[in-house]
């Protein structure tokens, strides 16, 4: 019988997406980059809540840092989609060392 490696929670473009209320972390812990994605301001759409400001943070995941030395680069998007763009980008960049 093969074993097959199921996938726990969502991924996007094979790295995992968790969500911690305002928060969604991008990557895994086992990397040595994550992006954390911070909501700042929701606007409401019908009944839904839809992110207006999105901070995007590219992250070390070294925890002897300070969460301060942590933040390699950051930015702020209008939407959910533009920061999940760019926070993809950034993160496929630095695991592949073309910082």
């Not at 989609?81 to 060392?97: K, Q």
Request: proline share 2%; charged share 30%; hydrophobic share 40%.
């Amino acid at each position: 019988m093969a074993d097959t490696k199921k996938a726990e929670g969502l991924v996007y473009k094979n790295h995992p997406l968790r969500r911690v209320d305002n928060f969604i972390y991008y990557g895994s812990m086992a990397d040595k980059y994550i992006v954390l994605l911070q909501i700042l301001d929701t606007v409401k759409e019908q009944d839904m809540d839809v992110a207006k400001r999105v901070s995007v943070q590219l992250q070390l995941t070294d925890p002897d840092l300070k969460s301060r030395d942590r933040v390699v680069k950051k930015s702020e998007k209008d939407s959910l989609y533009a920061a999940m763009d760019v926070g993809c980008i950034w993160l496929e960049r630095a695991l592949a060392g073309k910082l």
